[in-house]
């Protein structure tokens, strides 16, 4: 998820807005200012409800944040590194750097948002009923009531099982426990999603076909939840294919060396455009091999700069392979990587010849980051 403004820092995670919320909260605000609070507390200046909606509507934001500050924590104790958290128009989205490898620590993952939710919900809640009890019913008390229906239905909606909701989390770790099938529990999740994300859009149209406000928004949210959990069931499956799919399938195939002093571009003419991508081993004026260049790397270099960079600036070193077989499963290989010291494998052939190697596009078909 983009952020277009940064927010800042927590617990090492970069907090941000996408420019979709201000309209999503501009739109709470006036629906707030301009009916739901002159309607509950009424005889007070449009200044008084503006006030409020504002501050009400910040508050429902930082609820969102703390929500997925829930998950971000949690996250970060199970050793998952939090690559953002990003307030947009439909809430909030943490980006985890990797799933959960214990059914526990997924299901902790995912209730830790919906937990933090509820609790806001019963503090606002309390706040509510405390105020009114001592003052009666005030501006203030109004804003509290909202803030605790707002996280109660944050609460409630996320829990529905259906991925990418938390509660389709729950229900793949549950199903995951039970089966010990990881990849068949997350993609009945993400089937799942599916189906709720077409019940909402179906639900959403009946709603503006009825004149009934709302609908457009329920669409938009439905179809958002279909299209992600499309997405994941698709990485599922791959990740279930790699299961049993031999190493060597998704191995770029090692060449012979070049010349730690060929350029990108003349990296470029040696290979043919309609091969598939090609390892080489970078070989110094000393004859010694310095590391392993692929074309899929030489792609990543900008066009401008493919005349000056040599294929030695950017060959990666053979400390961040790890050893691999052709025979070995893919799942079992991709176990071994995925760490910045260890990303990229090695391929040996049956009788111990290198031959290719696996790397972080590779890596990244197999395994996705996830978004809580
Ligand atoms: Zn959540």
């Known amino acids: 998820m983009k952020q277009h403004l940064r927010l800042g820092t927590i617990s090492g995670i970069p907090v941000g807005?996408?420019?979709?919320?201000?309209?999503?909260?501009?739109?709470?605000?006036?629906?707030?200012?301009?009916?739901?609070?002159?309607?509950?507390s009424p005889g007070l200046g449009s200044g008084a409800y503006w006030a409020a909606a504002l501050t009400g509507v910040v508050l429902f934001f930082a609820s969102i944040l703390a929500h997925e500050l829930g998950h971000s924590l949690v996250a970060q104790r199970e050793g998952i590194r939090v690559r953002s958290i990003t307030l947009w128009f439909l809430g909030g989205v943490a980006e985890l750097d990797r799933q959960?490898?214990?059914?526990?620590?997924?299901?902790?993952?995912?209730?830790?948002?919906?937990?933090?939710?509820?609790?806001?919900?019963?503090?606002?809640?309390?706040?509510a009923v405390g105020l009114e009890a001592l003052v009666?019913?005030?501006?203030?008390?109004?804003?509290l009531a909202w803030l605790a229906f707002a996280n109660g239905v944050l609460a409630v909606f996320n829990m529905i099982p259906a991925a990418p909701l938390d509660g389709g989390r729950v229900l793949a770790a549950v199903l995951w426990a039970r089966s010990g099938d990881v990849s068949r529990a997350r993609s009945i999740a993400s089937r799942s999603g599916r189906?709720?994300?077409?019940?909402?859009?179906?639900?959403g149209l009946l709603l503006v076909f009825n004149g009934?406000?709302?609908?457009?928004?329920?669409v938009i949210l439905g179809w958002f939840l279909r299209t992600a959990a499309t997405q994941e069931l698709r990485y599922h499956e791959l990740a279930?294919?790699?299961?049993?799919?031999?190493?060597?399938?998704?191995?770029?195939?090692?060449?012979?060396p070049i010349d730690s002093?060929?350029?990108?571009?003349?990296?470029?003419a040696m290979v043919s455009p309609l091969s598939g991508p090609v390892a080489f081993p970078v070989r110094d004026a000393d004859g010694e091999t310095r590391g392993i260049v692929t074309t899929l790397d030489a792609a990543g270099v900008s066009a401008k700069r493919r005349s000056q960079v040599t294929v030695a600036d950017i060959a990666v070193g053979?400390?961040?392979?790890?050893g691999a077989r052709t025979d070995e499963t893919l799942s079992a290989v991709l176990e071994r990587l995925g760490t910045p010291e260890a990303d990229r494998a090695f391929v040996y052939d049956a009788d111990g010849r290198p031959a290719g190697v696996i790397g972080p596009a590779e890596l990244a078909a197999v395994r996705s980051p996830v978004a809580v």
């Open 17 to 40: 807005l996408h420019w979709g919320l201000l309209v999503i909260a501009w739109l709470q605000a006036a629906s707030l200012a301009g009916s739901l609070l002159p309607a509950a």
């Open 100 to 127: 959960a490898d214990r059914p526990r620590a997924e299901l902790k993952i995912a209730l830790a948002g919906p937990a933090v939710s509820l609790v806001l919900a019963l503090g606002f809640l309390a706040a």
């Open 136 to 143: 009666g019913s005030t501006l203030v008390g109004t804003v």
């Open 195 to 203: 189906g709720f994300g077409a019940v909402l859009m179906a639900g």
């Open 212 to 218: 009934l406000p709302g609908g457009i928004t329920i």
């Open 240 to 256: 279930e294919q790699a299961a049993t799919l031999p190493a060597h399938v998704a191995m770029t195939p090692l060449s012979s």
């Open 261 to 268: 002093g060929v350029t990108v571009s003349g990296l470029a």
């Open 318 to 322: 053979f400390d961040r392979f790890v």
